[in-house]
Nanobody
Framework: QVQLVESGGGLVQPGGSLRLSCAAS????????MNWYRQAPGKEREFVATVASGGLKNYADSVKGRFTISRDNAKNTLYLQMNSLKPEDTAVYYC????????WGKGTLVTVSS
């Protein structure tokens, strides 16, 4: 069983930065692919970024060059550094762990607005 708790969301102006964290409980964090998804108001949940257990990373085209995903296996923590934020980045951001079974956090709200 993996439990995921996101933090770090908030209100930020366009062009600003935020760092999201996802604290994971459970022994399988280091064996799982870890991902960030987001869901904007009125839209479906969409993939943002992934980091495999071996460290390989991939990003949605909409965030490439602006967002950086990282993981600290010693701390069982996943991060998402978000720079150059745009209003269209406004969404609830969810942490996801996958090792054959999907685990989800409850999400943290990011609002980009002046």
């Amino acid at each position: 069983q993996v439990q995921l708790v996101e933090s770090g969301g908030g209100l930020v102006q366009p062009g600003g930065s935020l760092r999201l964290s996802c604290a994971a409980s459970g022994r399988i964090f280091s064996l799982s692919a870890m991902n960030w998804y987001r869901q904007a108001p009125g839209k479906e949940r969409e993939f943002v970024a992934t980091v495999a257990s071996g460290g390989l990373k991939n990003y949605a085209d909409s965030v490439k060059g602006r967002f950086t995903i990282s993981r600290d296996n010693a701390k069982n923590t996943l991060y998402l550094q978000m720079n150059s934020l745009k209003p269209e980045d406004t969404a609830v951001y969810y942490c996801n762990a996958y090792n054959g079974i999907n685990y989800w956090g409850k999400g943290t709200l990011v609002t980009v607005s002046s």
